[in-house]
């Protein structure tokens, strides 16, 4: 199984097509709809091939797909179906860095029936999360031990060094995704108990979490934990939250925007290329007749000189610069995240991932567990969010072509054959947890 085929070659696909170009025996194929962009990825490597595709074109996108042995899908969540039914199709194997839905989740049977291997969730969050988690739990268990409380919270940040701007948040993509999933409810079990948080009382739900060397963060919960009980074979545990990490200040700021409208995409009249400020003065319940923060200060009933107003003032919410073309929200918030939210040349992003056991052991002693993540960007090179999501995905793909699984179906990596050898090859590529264990 020596060919493979890429699709997508956007933000995170460069180190992960980097490290397959540098295993020689692999004939590695980048389709993208730029195809400058696939060009670039694998010029100056004889064993990789530059390919145009329109991902709508599935006569084409077939025919790419059965000349190769292993299709890695890039593309949006979205597309992956479409992919997944044409490896069946063809009989090729299969792997991504997204979660599984429930439709890629349906499949299973049939690609165990036909001997295929589709791997998913082999990113960082999901992916090296889910790895390094099951691994402290599996030894656990070997120990006759059970976890009780289980805390993992991941974020990708700014570097501390380049952390200059007062919302602790640099986006290297379309902010749309990140505004998007603060939308989401939450779900997690804590002391026995399920708890539910609607999305709009996401951004109320934070607690602060201290990580050694880096300072205070603020975590809040991501989607729905509970079923990590399962996945994971937390059996016993009374406690279990995901969660994800942002500098202080970012909850607050974050709902305060949704609260005042700033996360609609409902289409509204007059906000279209004119001053920021005569655009907010649209929002629901601003007459726009007298001072801006005035009246946000007292609707909200937050302090004129707050934290979050400063803010909102620094993005330029209450200046005269012109929004962009849209017609809501949502989509002029984004824009002017990205442009003032940004990785500068030189710059490092920092992906920060953090597991907490609370252990209870054979004997009857409990201890804690720590397995911490820091990883950094490289100044002018790969991102740390490019290395972390598309390395794990580039290693699970060499393996497979060397026949190293012995597995079928939709996997993801919470089986000793998938976590062991790919944790062992992150680390040798600079990507390590490191593990402390403390007696309570």
Known sequence: ????????????????????????????????????????????????????????????????????????????WTLHLKVADLCIKNNKHMATTSYVSDGMKALDPVVREKGLLFINETGVDPGIDHMSA??????????????????????????????????????????????????????????????????????????EESVEGLGNFEVYPNRDSIIYKEIYGLDDAVTLIRGTYRYPGWCRTLKLMIDMGLFSDSPTKGISRVPYSEAMSKLDGIAGKGDLKMEISGKYNISLDSEELKRLEWLGLFGEELTSEHDNFLDILSDLL?????YKDGEKDMILMKHTFIILNKDGSKDMITSTLIDYGIPGGDSSMSRTVSLPLAIS??????????????????????????????ENLGIKLVEKRISL
């Open 1 to 76: 199984m020596n060919n493979i085929l890429i699709l997508g070659a956007g933000f995170v696909s460069r180190p992960g097509v980097k490290y397959l170009l540098e295993s020689s025996n692999l004939n590695i194929s980048v389709a993208d709809i730029f195809p400058e962009r696939a060009e670039e990825l694998v010029e100056g490597y004889k064993n990789g091939k530059a390919l145009a595709l329109d991902i709508n074109n599935t006569e084409k996108l077939n025919s790419m797909i059965k000349e190769n042995d292993i299709i890695v899908s890039l593309l949006p």
């Open 338 to 342: 990205k442009k003032k939210l940004f």
């Open 134 to 207: 099951k691994k402290i739990i599996d030894e656990v268990e070997q120990e006759g031990g059970k976890v009780l409380e289980f805390y993992s919270y991941t974020g990708g940040l700014p570097a501390p060094d380049d952390n200059d701007n007062p919302f602790g948040y640099k986006f290297s993509w379309s902010p749309k995704g990140v505004l998007l999933a603060s939308r989401n409810s939450a779900k997690f079990l804590e002391n026995g108990e399920v708890v539910n948080i609607p999305g709009e009382e996401l951004f109320l739900n934070f607690k």
């Open 397 to 426: 793909v060499k393996m497979m072509a060397e026949g190293k699984f012995n597995l079928t179906g939709v996997q993801i990596p919470v089986v000793r054959e998938l976590y062991l050898p790919l944790l062992a090859e992150l």
